[in-house]
């Protein structure tokens, strides 16, 4: 079964839920976790993996040769991502905002486009304590978080049970880390600005037919229109986290929850079991 966990706002506690959920089930099954926010990975500093593994991501960039091309303008044409221009007898390239999708080199008349591998990041694989664990790291000044995110995810074993931290918001890197999961768990706060966010969120899963819950992290800071809406959305509210200075400090000591409080892996098994439930009852009604 395939876990992410995603929130619509950033510094939620995402992270802390991830990890103490993956710990939390080790002790019963096969756990693994991927970090899939790629442009601020962290969930490293919580698990201390030891990394066996570590490749470089590239995607393949077009690069053209003048002496073939006729200034068609088919390949800028067919970019969706206006990464490659034609301007008089002049082609430019901007590979920063290249998906590497290969369509003009595909399309091109003349077969002026080749392609070379252009290094956007690094994923690592290891362990920690018996949980595989696999993050991926996009390099500095580069955009394209989803190629890195397909390779980390291409390292998930499902035979066990994978949690998927998810970078905060709802735009394409989170979509490709969320789809395919089982169960989408949404981690957030009871402000407005929490509750803006998480509306996006939902609609985000609903649009991928993901079937989702909430973890009300911080709960005493601020109102209930969080769980008002949720009762409305009928969104079960899986774990409320309360606001405790003692979780800050844990967290701040790069310490997960259920290392610093045991008593916590209970209710983290709790929620697991409260979502595997959820899962096999829409896989029962779906067979039906
Ligand atoms: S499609 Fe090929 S031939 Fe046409 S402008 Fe682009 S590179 Fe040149
Ligand atoms: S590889 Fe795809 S994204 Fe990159 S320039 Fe060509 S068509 Fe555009």
């Known amino acids: 079964m395939i876990?992410?966990?995603?929130?619509?706002?950033?510094?939620?506690g995402k992270t802390l839920v991830a990890t103490s959920l993956a710990l939390a089930l080790n002790?019963?099954?096969r756990a693994q976790l991927v970090d899939c926010d790629v442009e601020e990975p962290n969930a490293h500093i919580f698990m201390k993996p030891v990394f066996t593994h570590r490749e470089a991501v590239s995607i393949p960039v077009p690069k053209v040769a003048e002496d073939k091309c006729t200034y068609c303008g088919k390949?800028?044409?067919?970019?969706?991502?206006?990464?490659?221009?034609?301007?008089?007898?002049?082609?430019?390239?901007?590979?920063?905002?290249?998906?590497?999708?290969?369509?003009?080199s595909y399309l091109c008349p003349e077969k002026a486009?080749?392609?070379?591998?252009?290094?956007?990041?690094?994923?690592?694989?290891?362990?920690?304590?018996?949980?595989?664990?696999?993050?991926?790291?996009?390099?500095v000044g580069e955009a394209m978080?989803?190629?890195?995110?397909?390779?980390?995810?291409?390292r998930v074993n499902n035979s066990g049970t994978v949690i998927i931290d998810v970078s905060p918001g709802t735009s394409c890197p989170v979509v490709e880390s969320v789809k395919?999961?089982?169960?989408?768990?949404?981690?957030?706060?009871?402000?407005?600005?929490?509750?803006?966010?998480?509306?996006?969120?939902?609609?985000?899963?609903?649009?991928l037919n993901i079937p989702c819950g909430v973890v009300l992290n911080?709960?005493?800071?601020?109102?209930?229109?969080?769980?008002?809406?949720?009762?409305?959305?009928?969104i079960p509210v899986?774990?409320?986290?309360p606001l405790d200075t003692e979780i800050a400090r844990l967290y701040s000591r790069g310490i997960t929850l259920v290392d610093g409080m045991p008593q916590w892996r209970k209710s983290f098994i709790k929620l697991f079991d409260q979502i595997e439930e959820i899962v096999h009852e829409r896989s029962r009604g779906t067979e039906r």
């Open 75 to 104: 390949c800028a044409e067919v970019c969706a991502y206006n990464a490659i221009a034609v301007i008089g007898r002049r082609v430019l390239v901007f590979p920063e905002l290249c998906h590497g999708c290969g369509a003009c």
């Open 218 to 234: 911080r709960a005493g800071v601020g109102d209930s229109q969080v769980e008002e809406y949720c009762r409305k959305e009928k």
């Open 238 to 241: 899986l774990l409320t986290i």
């Open 180 to 207: 395919d999961s089982d169960f989408c768990l949404l981690v957030t706060e009871p402000t407005p600005f929490g509750l803006n966010d998480l509306a996006l969120a939902v609609e985000m899963v609903r649009k």
């Open 145 to 154: 978080a989803p190629p890195i995110i397909r390779e980390v995810k291409s």
């Open 3 to 12: 876990i992410s966990i995603a929130s619509g706002k950033g510094g939620t």
């Open 113 to 139: 486009i080749s392609e070379h591998k252009k290094e956007i990041g690094v994923i690592e694989a290891g362990h920690s304590d018996g949980i595989a664990f696999a993050h991926g790291k996009l390099a």
């Open 27 to 29: 002790d019963r099954d």
